[in-house]
Every structure is written in C-alpha cells, then in structure tokens.
Nanobody
C-alpha cells in the first residue's frame, strides 16, 4: 500500500518562503511520478507541480512558475516543493499524490494521496 506523508506547511507572511516535503513509501515500481496539488476554500483542487522519478522531468502551473521549485531525493523517497515569494492567493491545503508511470497534470490520474498540509500566507 502506497503511503504519502506531507509536512512543512504553516503560516508565512507575503513574500516569504516554505518548503514542503512528501515522504512516500510502499510502492514497488521504479518509474513513477509525484505531484503537488492544492485546494483553497471554496475552490476546486488544482495541480501545482509534478516530477518524474526517472528523468526528473517536471511540470509547473503558470501561477507558480519562477516561484516554486520541485525536487526529489530518490534515496529517501522524498519529494520537496520549495515555495518562494509566497502570495496570499497561494493559501490552500497542499497535497502530494503518486502515480506509476510518467508525470501527469490531471489529478484524476493519481492513485494515492497524502492527507494534506495547510499553507497560509497572511500578514
């Protein structure tokens, strides 16, 4: 059973930074993708970024390009999301998700999800 555990959320002022972590376990394939998604109150869950375990290919939503960086540590089975220049509109619960195979931007293609971590950007 694949398990994903997010950490690193919190309260930060606009312009600040946070680093989220997603620790994954229980998968048996070497080729997989981890995605970060977020859901703000009253809004649909949306894709933020994703990364491939094999070649490190990445995807970023337009709203976070140039501010967020996704990275992976395959030895630790952990994916990170470095978030800089945070804005109030980044406030949401952030989820990581797993799928075997290549990266995908559609959340319906991800099979396992973490419990989420709250990110609040406010002065």
């Amino acid at each position: 059973q694949v398990q994903l555990v997010e950490s690193g959320g919190g309260l930060v002022q606009p312009g600040g930074s946070l680093r989220l972590s997603c620790a994954a376990s229980g998968f048996t394939v070497d080729y997989y993708a981890i995605g970060w998604f977020r859901q703000a109150p009253g809004k649909e869950r949306e894709g933020v970024s994703c990364i491939s375990s094999s070649d490190g290919s990445t995807y970023y939503a337009d709203s976070v390009k140039g501010r967020f960086t996704i990275s992976r540590d395959n030895a630790k089975n952990t994916v990170y999301l470095q978030m800089n220049s945070l804005k109030p509109e980044d406030t949401a619960v952030y989820y990581c998700a797993y799928r075997p195979g290549s990266i995908a931007t559609f959340l319906g293609k991800y099979e396992y999800w973490g419990q989420g971590t709250q990110v609040t950007v406010s002065s």
